[in-house]
């Protein structure tokens, strides 16, 4: 490990490879252990060799966008975090054309689009994801998931081959994609955009996240909904009936205001949440016969 973490630090920087660091200041729940090594490399071709490295040196490895989607253990994570939100964070318009590096914020990426007068990622500007993570989870919300505006994915494959993937063989469903299945990492993305007036499509976007502010509990650290819509009903009213608004395990709350929301109202830990969600998932499938899938990736355990 000391040899790859001194070759890691000749590729990224000094500054951009840490020890020990503590994942709950990477997640959006606030929650999470260690990971024994976390990087932020620059540019494609720093991710590349430092995957390269890590795969040489037999270390796993993990990579990350803005931790919107994620649950790490307690116990941290055994290996290296390659996070891509500061480092992969080109983005060009060319026409109603816009290509940007995973790293990128969807809101930014929704914003650039609307100032230049593209319409098509209203949908996406209050999800908190990167694009790279976006794509692997294929985002969606108010009738808009990304596989709409997509035309290819640029995509590092394990056997170090670069491929851009076109969108009809991205396996994108509903919040799944071929990715995780295929280990390969997404470093860009291009879309393809309808011309649009610049007022109109901000006021759509303002009404959008007036929405997700007075629905959903933007005021408490979490991972969005954290299960899967099942077919033919929604995750949160089902909890709702259940009678378990409010229900908590140690830190971890099913939130009233939403309650396919689990929250972190102070101190959760991992296993708080996978405890609650847990206990809900039997609720619900006791009270109404359905299975909840969780829509939150774990790490770590
Ligand atoms: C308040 C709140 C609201 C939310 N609302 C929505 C919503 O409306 N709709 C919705 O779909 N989601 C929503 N989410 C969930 C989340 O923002 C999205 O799933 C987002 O797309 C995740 O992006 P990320 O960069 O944070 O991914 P991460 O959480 O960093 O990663 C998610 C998964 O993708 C993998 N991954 C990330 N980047 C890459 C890459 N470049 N290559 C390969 N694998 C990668 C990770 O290993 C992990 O398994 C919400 C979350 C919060 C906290």
Redesign the pocket.
């Known amino acids: 490990m000391e040899y790859l973490i001194e070759q890691l630090t000749v590729v990224c920087g000094a500054d951009k490879v840490k020890r020990d660091e503590p994942m709950s200041a990477h997640t ?1 729940f606030r929650i999470g252990g260690t990971a024994d090594v976390w990087i932020e490399p620059s540019g494609e071709d720093g991710l590349c060799e430092a995957v390269a490295l890590c795969r040489k040196a037999g270390v796993p490895f ?9 649950l790490v253990s307690d116990d941290g994570y055994r290996g290296v975090v390659i996070c ?1 939100r500061r480092g992969l964070e080109k983005l060009e318009i060319e026409g109603n054309i816009i290509r940007a590096e ?1 790293g990128v914020l ?1 809101a930014r990426v929704a914003s650039e689009a609307m100032k230049t007068g593209l319409a098509g990622l209203e949908f996406a500007s ?5 694009i ?3 794509v ?2 294929n ?3 108010y009738g808009g998931e990304m596989k709409q505006v997509l035309t290819r994915v640029h995509v590092l494959m394990p056997d170090g081959a670069h491929v851009w993937i076109p969108v009809e063989e991205m396996g994108l469903g509903y ?1 799944t994609s071929c ?2 299945a295929c280990g ?4 860009a993305v291009e879309f393809r955009l309808q011309p649009g007036e610049p007022s109109a499509i901000k006021a759509r976007m303002d009404e959008l996240n007036r929405s997700r502010r007075e629905k ?1 509990p ?1 005021e408490y650290p ?4 954290t299960f899967k819509r099942p077919e033919g009903h929604f995750a949160g009213k089902l909890i709702q009936d259940a009678g378990l608004a409010g229900y908590s395990v140690g830190g971890a709350r099913v939130s009233e205001k939403h309650c396919g929301f689990v929250i972190n109202q102070g101190g959760a830990t991992a296993a708080d949440v996978m405890e609650l969600c847990r206990q809900i998932s039997e609720r619900v499938k006791d009270q109404f016969g359905v299975s909840l899938e969780m829509e939150v ?1 774990t ?1 770590g355990m």
């Open positions: 959006t993990v990579v990350i966008g803005n931790g919107s989607n994620l891509l995973a969807l209050g999800i908190p994801g990167c790279g993570g976006a692997v989870m985002a969606g919300a919040r990715i995780p390969g990492i997404v470093t959903q933007l979490s991972a969005g909904s990736r790490l």
